[in-house]
């Protein structure tokens, strides 16, 4: 019976080590991959980096230049000035409004099953960049009947749809672990030992945590992390989830080491020859 008692343990502790492990990566990822408003806390800021606004505006000018129906050598002139009137446009609020309406997208195509377009509207961007044109121009140039531009096509990513089903699951794992290490140690015939192995458990957890945080390149597929306009905005979020949970990581690797240290201690005091 009292080895029954102790086998139990160690399967709750071995629940709790699992559990505990996968608790602040699963957490982090509910909060800013999976919470829409978490995850643009983080996206939104990056339309002020310039890579990121060329990314956007790269595709503008495309729009802008191939409609058949503007000349070559008109093509040729206007090719500068459209460059520059969306690097202004970069500082101001409608590119701002556009960079958000694209990560939105870029959020919701990511628990779209399937491949999805991110696609945005230049309308006001192009309109402003032909009318500084025509001041130069000769002519009136023709606004393009549709200004949608598709600037990113996201692909299917099965990892991030597991994290939007386990959502509700996350920030619950961490409690869960905790109680199974307690049920583990109060069942126990050898509570001593058993809360030594629970301190080890909880060590072992933060390990876990600290390689998911510094290995999450390596867990990401590559058809994410290096995809087209998509793959940087993911590197951004590879980078901050490897900074917060570290430090989240080692704190829980101390505390089970303290307790690790106490059932030590009990351990011996246990062991201590009476005089």
């Known amino acids: 019976m009292t080895s029954l008692r102790d086998l139990l343990a160690v399967i709750l502790l071995l629940g709790a080590l699992v559990l505990g492990g996968l608790w602040l990566p699963a957490t982090w990822l509910q909060h800013h991959v999976v919470d829409r408003e978490g995850f643009l806390s983080i996206a ?21 230049l191939g409609s058949d129906r503007v000349p070559d050598w008109a093509a040729e002139r206007l090719t500068p000035l459209a460059e520059d009137q969306l690097a202004e446009l970069t500082g101001t ?38 009318s500084e044109a025509e001041e130069i121009l000769p002519i009136d140039l023709p606004r393009p ?31 869960v672990a905790l109680v199974m290490a307690v049920l583990a140690v109060v069942i126990a015939a050898h509570r001593r030992t058993m809360t030594l192995l629970a301190g080890l458990s909880a060590l072992g957890a933060g390990g876990i945590t600290l390689l998911i945080a510094t290995r999450i390149t390596d867990i ?6 290096q995809a087209a306009f998509l793959g940087p905005i993911v590197q951004v979020f590879e980078q901050r989830l490897t900074t917060d949970v570290t430090g989240q990581g080692i704190i829980l690797m101390g505390a089970g080491a303290l307790v690790a240290a106490v059932g030590l201690a009990l351990m011996g005091l246990h062991r201590r020859p009476v005089v």
């Open 44 to 64: 939104e800021p990056l339309g002020e980096d310039a890579a990121f606004q060329r990314s956007l505006t790269d595709g503008a000018v495309e729009q802008v």
């Open 220 to 225: 990401v597929p590559d058809s994410v992390d």
């Open 145 to 175: 009947e549709d200004a949608t531009v598709t600037v990113a096509t996201i692909p299917d990513v099965p990892l991030v749809h597991r994290a939007g089903v386990l959502d509700p699951w996350g920030q619950r794992l961490g409690p």
């Open 93 to 130: 609020g409608t590119y701002a409004s556009m960079w958000a309406e694209a990560m939105g997208q870029t959020h919701d195509a990511l628990f779209t099953p399937g491949a999805s377009d991110v696609d945005v509207d230049f309308a006001p961007v192009i309109d402003g960049a032909l």
